[in-house]
């Protein structure tokens, strides 16, 4: 059963990255796999991700619709968001807004998906999120004063984030010393072989 299930979540990522409306329909009807499901072999990409890098409104509605979650990030904190400023697919952006998204959340390198539009030219992108922006910010302020839960958080992404930052080097740490430290013996070796 369990092999079956991963199974489904593969063709459910496959369906909807090929953008087969009905085919995704299909899979989620069946109930046997997790919209939300994570493909570890593409940098945790969603099924929602894949609809916001193809434009697939009508797609990302569907996921939506059957508990796909939005704030999901990548490895490196990416929403759908992100991809969709990458792409250029002012659509999705809207989509997205509409439904009360939070389009304005940084990655881990700080980069807003407004920064993902800058940085591949989309000007049409950019000019929608810089209205969006502040709108989203004022839903979130309104929801926390009414004292509403947003779904605007990845459960896992404080880990990840936290064991990406682990994984870069330090920059207290003076590299020239690892250096010396290590071409000092290998030096010493180097000369008692060549008196020998």
């Not at 099924?47 to 490895?75: F, N, S, Y």
Request: charged share 30%; aromatic share 6%.
């Amino acid at each position: 059963m369990e092999l079956t299930k991963i199974s489904n979540l593969t063709k459910l990522h496959q369906a909807v990255a090929l953008g087969d409306y009905n085919l995704v329909k299909r899979i989620l009807k069946k109930g046997l796999c997790d919209p939300n499901y994570k493909d570890v072999d593409w940098n945790d990409r969603t099924p929602l991700h894949w609809a916001a890098i193809k434009g697939q409104v009508e797609v990302m509605h569907l996921l939506i619709g059957c508990g796909a979650r939005p704030c999901l990030v990548t490895d490196v904190g990416w929403t759908p968001a992100h991809f969709a400023a990458e792409c250029g697919h002012l659509n999705v952006l809207r989509a997205l807004h509409a439904l009360h998204v939070a389009i304005d959340a940084p990655d881990f390198f700080g980069d807003t998906p407004k920064r993902i539009a800058q940085i591949y030219g989309h000007r049409a992108c950019v000019a929608f999120l810089e209205e969006a922006e502040p709108e989203c910010r004022d839903h979130r302020r309104a929801a926390e004063q009414n004292g509403l839960h947003l779904d605007d958080r990845d459960p896992d992404w404080d880990a990840k984030k936290r064991e990406l930052e682990l994984s870069l080097p330090s920059p207290s740490k003076n590299t020239n010393k690892k250096k010396k430290r290590s071409g000092g013996p290998a030096k010493l070796k180097y000369t008692k072989e060549r008196k020998a």
